[in-house]
């Protein structure tokens, strides 16, 4: 089993997504191992975008993400990192296939309503971030 860091953002909280993206991750198979409402700092928005620091677009995320409340969640499952992307859909919604949660919902790549991990070494990093431990990777 494969942990990974999984966050709607704050336009999928503002919309009232979370229960319909939860309940996508439950029939999907995962588990839900831990979540939390809460309201990114911009220190930590920082953190977890330092990968993109020199992107021109870097001080917009990091003020999109921090000035409303997330959902973040920690979700457990079968190569979990590699199926919540496919279930998330591409970071353009334009490129997003229909029934992917992006495809479904997000409107623009500025609002795309979910964040997922991209890795493993990236799932137990924003896992520590935001929940303060390492993620699990029991086998």
Known sequence: MEQTFIMIKPDGVK??????????????GFTLIDAKLMLVSKEMAEKHY?????????????EFISANPV???????ND?????????????????EIGSIRGDFATDVASNIIHGS???VSADRE?????????????
Do not use: C, H, Y
């Open 15 to 28: 919309r009232g997504l979370i229960g319909d993206i939860v309940l996508r991750f439950e029939r999907k």
């Open 80 to 96: 979990a990192v590699k199926q919540s992307r496919a279930l998330i859909g591409a970071t353009n919604p334009v490129d997003a």
């Open 118 to 120: 991209d890795s493993i």
């Open 127 to 139: 896992i520590n971030l935001f929940f303060r431990r390492k993620a699990s990777f029991a086998s």
């Open 50 to 62: 330092s990968d993109l620091k020199e992107k021109p677009f870097f001080g917009e995320l990091v």
């Open 71 to 77: 959902f973040a969640m920690v979700w457990e499952g």
